[in-house]
């Protein structure tokens, strides 16, 4: 799908209740797969100025009690997914725990 935020950097995916956004670098595109419930996010390449990106997960159901989403590899630094950028697009995996 289309990121169509004017800053690339916010993206909500309905079925799942999840809010994808950016605190540096941009979305390029998202693609969700319904039937394994994952979100494969394409990240635009590094720049001289963001080589990497910050990306968080929000989750919307307020009936649950702990996230079960995370993003595969990644580690996190103040609630948010560190992403080193390559030179071309870079791929994160988002899944359920």
Known sequence: MSVLDSARRRVFIAPLGL????????FASVDYDASRKTVAIHLTAATVHVPAARLRIAETDQRKSTAIFEASGRKLDDGAYLVPLDAHETVVTVHAR
Request: glycine residues 12%; without cysteine.
């Open 19 to 26: 809010y994808l956004t950016l605190d540096s670098g941009q």
